[in-house]
Antibody
Framework: EVQLLESGGGLVQPGGSLRLSCAASGFTFSTHGLTWVRQAPGKGLEWVAWISGGDGSANHADSVKGRFTISRDISKNTLYLQMNSLRAEDTAEYYC?????????????WGQGTQVTVSS | QTVVTQEPSFSVSPGGTVTLTCGLT?????????PSWYQQTPGQAPRLVIY???TRSSGVPDRFSGSILGNKAALTITGAQAEDECDYYC???????????FGGGTKLTVL
């Protein structure tokens, strides 16, 4: 059974940094892409970043490009999201999800999320 | 910038049929965008319903179906149940540079 468990959320001041983690199990971590999706309070879902299985190439949404960095540690089966220069509009629930590439680029398993609040 | 459109809200009677759509402000949604659909109830993570345009996720009742209608992806619920009342999101894969875009979501009321 695929399990994804996010951690690292919390309250941070504007301009600050935070690193989210997503511990994965139940699948071959090194060969599957993973993604981060966020949801601001009362708002819809927003894709944030993706990292590929295999070579670990990555991409980020324009709204976070240059501030956030997705990465992974294959030895720990853990996905990360380093968030720098945080803004109030980054306040959201952050979900990690596994990408079923051969199923049609789909986010086929999700974690339960971790809350990030950016406020002074 | 690509914007994915969804109806903000929809209402259906119990046992009725409803079709939610997922479009683009410029262009058409085709199977090449790999549209998928998610349910979300308050306080919960999204749950995959339909992927790769047509395929139901494991455990999803067969009253849910996906299709392309005209220039949009569509999610149809045939015989809506009270437990289908929640938010529905579509997402499309843009392909270039590995980008995905979610629609704004549709709040479905079964009443």
């Amino acid at each position: 059974e695929v399990q994804l468990l996010e951690s690292g959320g919390g309250l941070v001041q504007p301009g600050g940094s935070l690193r989210l983690s997503c511990a994965a199990s139940g699948f071959t971590f090194s060969t599957h892409g993973l993604t981060w999706v966020r949801q601001a309070p009362g708002k819809g879902l927003e894709w944030v970043a993706w990292i590929s299985g295999g070579d670990g190439s990555a991409n980020h949404a324009d709204s976070v490009k240059g501030r956030f960095t997705i990465s992974r540690d294959i030895s720990k089966n853990t996905l990360y999201l380093q968030m720098n220069s945080l803004r109030a509009e980054d306040t959201a629930e952050y979900y990690c999800a596994k990408v079923g590439w051969n199923m049609g680029r789909v986010f086929d398993s999700w974690g339960q999320g971790t809350q990030v609040t950016v406020s002074s | 910038q690509t914007v994915v459109t969804q109806e903000p809200s929809f209402s259906v009677s119990p046992g009725g049929t409803v079709t939610l759509t997922c479009g683009l402000t410029s262009g058409s949604v085709s199977t090449g965008y790999f549209p998928s659909w998610y349910q979300q109830t308050p306080g919960q993570a999204p749950r995959l319903v339909i992927y790769n345009t047509y395929t139901r996720s494991s455990g999803v009742p067969d009253r849910f179906s996906g299709s392309i209608l005209g220039n949009k992806a569509a999610l149809t619920i045939t015989g809506a149940q009270a437990e289908d009342e929640c938010d529905y999101y579509c997402v499309v894969y843009l392909g270039r540079d590995f980008n995905w875009v979610f629609g704004g979501g549709t709040k479905l009321t079964v009443l």
